[in-house]
């Protein structure tokens, strides 16, 4: 009987213990007058591709999200290779999926770490701003972890938490959505300082 009760009560702690982890996210302070929460009966709720942004622990993208419809135009950060790096379709990566509607700062490593970004993904080496336009439908949330195996590390030594604090914008096909999504020429992107991608690089 003791046995009986010990596992009922771990299996009540273990459902608790779900329950909080499947709260609703509060919605950030720093998006309040500039964006609106869309339920996913909201015509629009499909836009924002949620599917694509959340991901299991160790996969990267964000832990869960809210869809948002942008009600004023707001700037958004991305952090790329710099023009002289293209893929073999001649291609740069500045205009990816992943955004932040905080701006960059700090040194680059922390950053990295701060928005769970692979070595292999991205360089973070110049900084793009660009503009989401008011009626502009994405998903925002926190950032889910990445293992060594999702980075590709074989060592097992390149790997990120998850961080509940920097919460990171999916922007679906961005390069589609130039009336949501407004971006300025390259020339007026800067080559961060690696101590403080805030500031240009001297």
């Given at each position: 009987?003791?046995?009986?009760?010990?596992?009922?009560?771990?299996?009540?702690?273990?459902?608790?213990?779900?329950?909080?982890?499947?709260?609703?996210?509060?919605?950030?302070?720093?998006?309040?007058?500039?964006?609106?929460?869309?339920?996913?009966?909201?015509?629009?709720?499909?836009?924002?591709?949620?599917?694509?942004?959340?991901?299991?622990?160790?996969?990267?993208?964000?832990?869960?999200?809210?869809?948002v419809k942008i009600t004023q135009d707001i700037p958004v950060y991305r952090m790329w290779n710099g023009p002289g790096d293209v893929?073999?379709?001649?291609?740069?990566?500045?205009?990816?999926?992943?955004?932040?509607?905080?701006?960059?700062?700090?040194?680059?490593?922390?950053?990295?770490?701060?928005?769970?970004?692979?070595?292999?993904?991205?360089?973070?080496?110049?900084?793009?701003?660009?503009?989401?336009?008011?009626?502009?439908?994405?998903?925002?949330?926190?950032?889910?972890?990445?293992?060594?195996?999702?980075?590709?590390?074989?060592?097992?030594?390149?790997?990120?938490?998850?961080?509940?604090?920097?919460?990171?914008?999916?922007?679906?096909?961005?390069?589609?959505?130039?009336?949501?999504?407004?971006?300025?020429?390259?020339?007026?992107?800067?080559?961060a300082d690696p101590l403080d991608i805030a500031k240009p690089k001297p």
């Open positions: 009987m003791i046995r009986h009760i010990s596992w009922l009560g771990a299996s009540l702690l273990a459902l608790g213990t779900a329950c909080v982890q499947a709260d609703p996210l509060a919605f950030p302070a720093s998006l309040q007058g500039k964006a609106v929460e869309l339920a996913p009966n909201d015509p629009d709720y499909a836009r924002a591709a949620v599917e694509y942004a959340v991901k299991p622990a160790g996969q990267g993208g964000v832990s869960a999200a809210l869809v893929n073999a379709q001649g291609n740069t990566n500045r205009l990816g999926g992943w955004w932040s509607y905080d701006a960059p700062h700090g040194p680059v490593d922390g950053y990295r770490v701060a928005y769970e970004i692979c070595r292999d993904w991205n360089k973070l080496k110049w900084v793009a701003t660009c503009t989401l336009k008011a009626g502009a439908v994405v998903a925002i949330g926190p950032g889910q972890s990445v293992s060594a195996q999702t980075c590709g590390d074989p060592t097992g030594a390149e790997q990120y938490p998850a961080n509940p604090v920097d919460w990171q914008t999916f922007v679906n096909k961005p390069w589609a959505r130039t009336s949501e999504l407004s971006c300025p020429p390259e020339s007026a992107d800067y080559q």
